[in-house]
């Protein structure tokens, strides 16, 4: 079963620092997202993207977040100088169609120290 | 209002008994809905998509209330793998740009007793 593959599951990371998360969404797929979970609250989205250009962004997704898809497979977050408060888990998305559901990755676990 | 309006819970239920949960969205615009189901620490997994006319999918039914902006899940014969936080999950109206992000509710907490 075709699955959203991330990498890495944990990466801690000191303050200030520059992290990139990347994934590979499903092959066929068109639709791309990103969505952050801090720990015990809900999944908020950050990001979608769609024919290599951003379609929507939440006010989480600030001048210190990028997303780029440098290849035909890989999707990547940037988070140029981060701080405490991006500590989470960051999940990829990535669906058929717009209006239709999206399929996770298992996540990267993002510590900031 | 919130965006996704969901009772966390924790719903403490018995080994075959039949829970219900329930969501509300304000958006009346709205165009799709999910269940997923999220287990601790892991991804949310789409349970079933939730279509007006009502739908079922083995021991799960999901019903939509587009009037009342409301969504359901009910379980029946519930089982010791059903323990998890069930998410509401909303998809924004098409806004012609493309694809709009998933809107969350923060999830009914459910655990199976034996």
């Known amino acids: 079963e075709p699955e959203v593959t991330q990498t890495p599951s944990h990466q801690v990371t000191q303050m200030g620092q520059e992290v990139i998360l990347r994934c590979v969404p499903i092959s066929n797929h068109l639709y791309f997202y990103w969505y952050r979970q801090i720990l015990g609250q809900k999944v908020e989205f950050l990001v979608s993207?769609?024919?290599?250009?951003?379609?929507?962004k939440s006010e989480i997704f600030d001048d210190q977040f990028s997303v780029e898809r440098p290849d035909g497979s890989n999707f990547t977050l940037k988070i140029r100088s981060t701080k405490l408060e991006d500590s989470a888990m960051y999940f990829c998305a990535s669906g058929g169609f717009w209006n239709t559901e999206a399929f996770f990755g298992q996540g990267t676990r993002l510590t900031v120290v | 209002r919130k965006e996704v309006e969901q009772d966390p819970g924790p719903f403490n239920v018995p080994e075959g008994a039949t829970v219900a949960f329930n969501c509300t969205y304000s958006?009346?615009?709205?165009?799709?809905f999910f269940w997923y189901r999220q287990d601790c620490r892991k991804e949310p997994k789409l349970l079933m998509s939730?279509?007006?006319s009502g739908n079922e999918d083995g021991r799960f039914t999901a019903q939509l209330n587009r009037a009342s902006q409301y969504i359901s899940l009910l379980i029946r014969d519930s089982k010791l793998s059903d323990s998890a936080t069930y998410l509401c999950v909303v998809n924004k109206a098409y806004s012609g740009g493309g694809a709009d992000g998933l809107t969350f509710g923060k999830g009914t907490h459910l655990i199976i007793q034996p």
């Open positions: 939730v279509y007006s």
């Open positions: 958006n009346s615009a709205s165009q799709s």
């Open positions: 993207f769609y024919n290599n250009e951003i379609s929507e």
